[in-house]
């Protein structure tokens, strides 16, 4: 009993304003319908009465007495096995980031309506995330691009494919000199067999691959010590210590549904290995909610976090690293904070105690160098081949994506490219502001944009030619581990729409090779005993090839290698703390709408952010003390400069935010994306630039003075004062807590703190007979991925109500 | 006797005695005559019994089921498995019609589907609203048979809506299905009738296969 906590002011809260009882919170719980503001509703004309009556009387005429006559339209050859009015489920996936994630999509009557998780792909595990989920409101959208648009002086003209096909039959012949091919990153085995058969037709072409959102920092992290680029796959199973700095492997990563729930199974208070979370990061992530011991850090100072923990493991702990890594553990030379001297000493100590057991994890938006440290860490802590593994990354010779736009804009500058071909992305929109991408593509003759929408870099190119969505379309992609991964179209496209593998083809010169042709000859290829046909329908069955995972390695790091990796790890640390009046700037991937790509889906604008509970807009999170130095208060405008360029947005005050280190989400303020997502939030592209796409220093901030209503579901349906006071005083029944000691060592400890017995009901209770349903929520597991409310949505037809009625709480 | 004469405006003709009282039952009777009407005219035995829409194609129940003896299920495949009854694709037509009757003027657009693949249009003739979920199979494979709710289909040349399918209607073998359950190999013969009392045969039917027809709300209105 003594180990439950007491009502010592222990007290839930959900924003400050809730805690402070601020009058203007006191004011909105006041206001049960905060939207019933009677004085100030319009004033209803008899001209508006009669338009609204007038339409409804219009529909009152009787224009027969039965309803309209129904058809019933069957099939003329039913596809053998079909039913009508039965779902069907197809094995499928979706590519993003390069990674492919099995999906398993239910298709009614031919139409596919809800995607779930692929039970069989390692990724998945018959789970999905957020956007996964909404990848169907984006089939569907009516905002997407139906047709084949040429621009050309000034005007806009309406093609066919087959006029396409001619200018590409011309465009791409010979030896492919001026040709570029702009790709994003994708880990397609057919691709990459298409690409080489491009290249190999037309030596003098040059290929392209751009991510905004990239996970390359890892990879020359890995190359800079093993020598070679290594796809690191962690696996938190066993894991007992598990050590994040400015990762967040619950959640963004490309197999972190596999993680999350490795991670809730090692949770699991009898059965698991613990699993003990420390994270230092400058924003809140998922895994800094969940995490045990987490420290607020400035992202451009985690490596010097990361140098302390390195000298306390050496120094005290006598942990044994390579000899010309020796530098590693030197000492740094910046003050810690206490907070960050005692999150090491703990950390230090778990890590040296659970050898073999633990893990350490860098995000992708810290330098390759201290990928570099956390991979030699990783091996001298004895995690290879139990909580990380490694396996060569394929197309090692890939240059960095913020590398390869570069070279290609100053190919494009010094007039070396006539034609270029984009499959996919956006770069003018998500390209670093210091290439001026946008402006660039005025510079090539003829340019031509694969894309799902008319978007910013359509619109700037000759050719515009509609992307056939990853529900439409063939293709086939790997999975985090390597498995092969196959795609299959649910639907013909809708809007005739082809893949970026049969644009591919095109521009080979084969003519239109069907996406099924072309990933049907590789995985024939790829059959080793069973027949090929056999082994293709059992592949498209299961979504995924069986044991194609890449195989695993063990690399050893290189003296030579580790000197200039030390060296180039001593430099991070120069990096001074970031102050009040020169903060640091971090430009995450939005959870919502990752890189920009998902701007138009009304599911994902209106998901309230996990930790902001914004919706429909992003804001500068900045933490308490910080808004108090730089006198900016919660939903006030702020201007954002660096280095010349400026933003205006709105700020958010998050508890936990990293003192003086200030977070925006990029993917808003998009002008091309559809009617949804046009004009919400405020592009902070503008500011990114190739030498500095994450953390920005030399930031200045300034309040505006206006304010900006944020339409935050944080404070929603809030209790009153009085109640928040009587709620805290129960809060130890409502919310029982126990250390895992206490629970180990009597399981029934939440069952036995009752404050009454067992009531006596006055009147006859209500006999339930037969099943109940109820839903059951594991808060130890839930990171708060917000996967379920998309789910939901998807599945109940739940509506989207835009964010004025967000704001009035009517949020669905 | 009135000696004031200028109260003779006040002594109404002998005919205006009857008229407050007719008009009130006039109006009310009215009321109710229209209400009346107006309910009945809209029920579903006034609008859908007796429709019989014309087909793209004649085709002839009275023929195929009642002469040739084709059984509802070789055609309305899914109807013991699925919510549906299913019409037909085409190929089932050219199963047979691929040799007989192969230069029918009357098949005309049942082979120019075959042909293009593109659909035949059928008029739908049992018609539930769209709030309503109605599932075959639930119904066919205990015991109720096709004609409780189609009659007699085997006999029609054109398929005629014959019972009001109102929800009413339903609800009154839900709440008492002894009439209309029958053994299980009975149930597309459409002419059958039971040896014994229905209603002691549906009694002792619902007791061996436990039939309990729900009557909530969200059995229909999902």
């Not at chain 1, 390209?431 to 619109?459: C, N, R």
């Not at chain 1, 308490?624 to 006030?636: C, Q």
């Not at chain 1, 009587?726 to 036995?752: G, Q």
């Not at chain 2, 009135?2 to 008009?23: C, G, H, M, Q, Y």
């Amino acid at each position: 009993m003594s180990s439950m906590n007491r009502n010592t002011g222990v007290t839930y809260w959900r924003s400050l304003d809730e805690l402070e009882r601020t009058p203007e919170f006191q004011e909105a719980v006041r206001r049960e319908f905060p939207d019933d503001n009677w004085d100030q509703l319009p004033p209803a004309t008899r001209r508006q009465f009669l338009m609204v009556m007038g339409a409804s009387l219009a529909m009152a005429g009787l224009t027969a007495c039965r309803w309209p006559k129904e058809e019933i339209v069957p099939f003329a050859h039913r596809p053998e096995g079909r039913t009508p009015g039965v779902p069907e489920h197809f094995a499928t996936s979706l590519e993003l980031g390069g990674a492919a994630l099995g999906m398993l999509v239910t298709s009614f009557d031919g139409r596919p309506i809800k995607a779930e998780g692929n039970p069989m792909h390692p990724d998945s595990l018959g789970s999905l995330n957020a956007i996964a989920q909404a990848e169907i409101l984006g089939l569907y959208d009516p905002d997407r691009s139906q047709r084949l648009l040429l621009r050309e002086g000034g005007q806009e003209y309406v093609k066919q494919w087959s006029d396409f096909e001619s200018v590409a039959a011309d465009v791409f012949s010979g030896s492919g000199a001026g040709v570029a091919v702009l790709a994003g990153s994708s880990s397609s085995p057919t691709r990459a067999g298409l690409r080489d058969r491009f290249l190999e037709a037309h030596p003098e072409a040059r290929w392209f691959e751009y991510e905004a959102i990239s996970r390359d920092n890892e990879r020359f992290g890995t190359a800079m010590v093993f020598g070679a680029a290594h796809r690191v796959q962690p696996s938190l199973a066993t894991a007992g210590v598990v050590a994040c700095f400015d990762a967040d492997p619950l959640f963004d990563h490309p197999a972190a549904l596999r993680l999350a729930r490795e991670f809730a199974a090692a949770r699991n208070p009898k059965t698991g290995s613990g699993a003990r979370l420390y994270v230092s990061e400058s924003n809140y992530s998922l895994t800094g909610a969940r995490a045990d011991h987490r420290v607020a850090v400035a992202s451009r100072n985690v490596p010097q976090l990361l140098a302390r923990v390195t000298q306390q493991l050496v120094a005290v702990h006598g942990l044994e690293l390579p000899p010309a890594a020796a530098g590693y553990a030197g000492s740094v030379s910046q003050a810690p904070t206490d907070e960050e001297s005692r999150f090491v000493e703990l950390l230090a100590r778990d890590l040296a105690s659970h050898r073999g057991e633990s893990v350490i994890l860098v995000g992708p938006r810290q330098a390759p160098a201290v990928h570099a440290l956390a991979a030699i860490l990783n091996t001298a802590l004895g995690a290879t081949g139990s909580t990380i593994a490694y396996a060569l990354e394929p197309d090692s010779e890939r240059p960095h994506h913020m590398d390869a736009l570069g070279e290609l804009a100053s190919a494009i500058q010094s007039g070396e490219v006539s034609t270029l071909l984009i499959l996919g992305g956006n770069p003018a929109y998500d390209g670093p502001a210091d290439l001026g991408f946008a402006d660039l593509l005025a510079k090539v003759p003829l340019s031509i944009h694969l894309s799902l929408y008319d978007d910013e870099t359509s619109q700037r190119c000759s050719w515009h030619l509609p992307r056939a969505h990853t529900l439409e379309s063939w293709g086939d992609g790997r999975a985090w581990d390597g498995s092969v991964t196959t795609r299959q179209p649910l639907i013909e496209p809708l809007y005739g729409g082809r893949s970026d593998l049969e644009v591919l083809a095109l521009a080979l010169g084969g003519g239109m090779e069907s996406g099924y042709e072309l990933v049907r000859g590789v995985m024939r290829e790829a059959a080793a005993d069973a027949g090929p046909e056999e082994f293709w329908r059992r592949v498209l069955h299961d979504g995924v090839v069986e044991a194609s995972a890449w195989d695993r390695v063990t690399p050893q790091a290189r003296p030579g290698d580790l000197a200039v990796a030390v060296d180039a790890f001593r430099e991070l640390l120069d990096a001074d703390r970031p102050t009040a009046e020169r903060p640091e700037l971090v430009l995450v991937a939005d959870p919502q709408v990752h890189d920009g790509r998902f701007a138009n889906n009304g599911w994902l604008q209106e998901l309230p952010d996990a930790l902001t509970k914004i919706t429909w807009d992003n804001a500068l999170l900045v933490s308490p003390a910080t808004a108090r130095d730089m006198g900016l208060s919660n939903g006030e405008i702020a201007e954002v400069s660096v280095g010349g360029s400026t933003i205006e947005l709105p700020c958010y005050v998050l508890p936990g935010q990293a003192r003086n280190s200030l977070t925006v989400s990029l993917g808003y303020g998009r002008t091309a994306a559809g009617q949804v997502g046009n004009g919400v939030g405020v592009d902070a592209y503008v500011l990114r630039t190739s030498s500095a796409p994450h953390v920005l220093s030399s930031v200045s901030v300034r309040a505006t003075g206006r304010s900006y209503p944020l339409a935050t579901t944080q404070d929603h349906f809030a209790i009153d004062t009085l109640g928040f006071a009587e709620r805290n005083v129960r809060v130890e029944n409502l919310v029982r807590e126990a250390s895992l000691d206490a629970y180990l060592a009597n399981p029934n400890v939440f069952h036995e703190h009752e404050h009454h017995p067992p009531l006596v009901s006055l009147w006859k209770d209500h006999e339930y007979e037969g099943e109940q349903w109820g839903m059951a929520i594991d808060l130890n597991t839930c990171i708060g991925c917000n996967a379920c409310i998309v789910a939901c949505q998807s599945e109940n037809n739940i509506p989207v109500v835009g964010r004025e009625q967000v704001l009035n709480q009517r949020e669905m | 006797m009135n000696e004031d004469k200028s109260n003779d405006i006040f002594i109404f003709p002998k005919w205006t005695w009857v008229l407050r009282p007719a008009v009130a039952v006039g109006a009310l009777g009215g009321l109710l005559y229209v209400t009346v009407v107006v309910a009945f005219g809209f029920s579903p035995r006034a609008t859908d019994v007796g429709y019989a829409p014309v087909q793209p194609v004649p085709y002839s129940h009275a023929l195929h089921v009642g002469q040739l003896g084709v059984d509802c299920r070789y055609c309305h495949t899914s109807v013991e498995s699925t919510a549906h009854a299913s019409v037909p694709p085409t190929q089932t037509c050219m199963n047979c019609h691929k040799t007989v009757r192969a230069n029918s003027e009357k098949l005309i657009p049942v082979f120019e589907s075959y042909s293009t693949g593109m659909p035949v249009e059928w008029i739908r003739v049992h018609d539930l609203p769209d709030y309503v979920y109605f599932n075959h199979s639930a119904h066919v494979r205990r015991g109720v048979g096709c004609v409780s709710c189609h009659g007699r289909i085997d006999t029609m040349e054109v398929v005629t809506q014959v019972e009001p399918l109102s929800m009413g209607w339903c609800l009154e073998c839900h709440r008492n299905p002894e009439q209309h359950l029958r053994p299980l190999e009975f149930v597309t013969q459409l002419d059958w009738v039971p040896e014994e009392d229905q209603a002691a045969l549906g009694r002792r039917l619902r007791e061996i296969h436990n039939i309990n027809p729900p009557q909530d709300c969200n059995t229909c209105h999902r």
